[in-house]
């Protein structure tokens, strides 16, 4: 079984302040992928990221980054500096095992940017 | 257009009408895919197809029927829903029925069943 936890159901942060979204994932698989999506008002989702399990790597773009800890299954987004923009729930999601497709996501943390 | 596209945005229906929902790709994509995004729940996928055939559904109640006449169109016919239907249909689609392949969604239609 797979399973995705964001604790945070929602985070009010101040405009230019750093916030880091958290992600716990559970799964049995040795081979997995990770993602976050990014959900504003209008509802569409918006595909930020993809991490296969043997990238460990943390990554960087632009104001976003996020570190990928095996030890401690976890996967988290940064936002430095936030913007009203980054206003949006954020969903990180998990698929597991070779060749699957299906996407477990967690129930999403919405995230408040206040002028 | 580009990207996913979703028709109708907004959909209010009574629980004994007939209505579709339309999802068109332009991004070349092989797969597609429809959500259910219901207040408080996690995202529950409910059909997939993978060039056109239906490789996944996910206990779907058969008032639900899904169409995927080519690989850039997909639709899901509703017919007599309940009220607890009412939620955010989220289309999808992806290169392949893989996750080496990031899925890329619509805006989804919001439906009302009254």
């Known amino acids: 079984a797979q399973k995705v936890t964001q604790a945070q159901t929602e985070i009010s942060v101040v405009e230019k302040e750093d916030v880091t979204l958290d992600c716990v994932y559970e799964t049995r698989d040795t081979t997995y992928y990770l993602f976050w999506y990014k959900q504003p008002p209008s509802g569409e989702l918006v595909f930020l990221i993809r991490r296969n399990s043997f990238d460990e790597q943390n990554e960087i773009s632009g104001r976003y980054s996020w570190n990928f800890q095996k030890s401690t299954s976890s996967f988290n987004f940064t936002i430095t500096a936030s913007q009203v923009v980054d206003s949006a729930v954020y969903f990180c999601a998990l698929s597991s095992g070779a060749g699957s497709y299906q996407l477990t996501f967690g129930k999403g943390t919405k995230l408040s940017v206040i002028p | 257009e580009t990207g996913v596209t979703q028709t109708p945005r907004h959909l209010v229906m009574g629980m004994t009408n007939k209505k579709s929902l339309k999802c068109e790709q332009h991004?070349?994509?092989?797969?597609m895919y429809w959500y259910k995004q219901s207040a408080k729940k996690p995202l529950e996928l409910m059909f997939v197809?993978?060039?056109?055939?239906?490789?996944e559904n996910n206990s779907v109640p058969s008032r639900f029927s899904p169409e995927c006449p080519n690989s850039s169109h997909l639709f899901l016919h509703l017919h007599t829903l309940q009220p607890e239907d009412s939620a955010l249909y989220l289309c999808a689609s992806s290169g392949g029925v893989s996750s080496r392949y990031e899925q890329y969604f619509g805006p989804g239609t919001r439906l009302t069943v009254t």
């Open positions: 991004l070349g994509h092989n797969a």
């Open positions: 197809y993978n060039f056109k055939e239906q490789t």
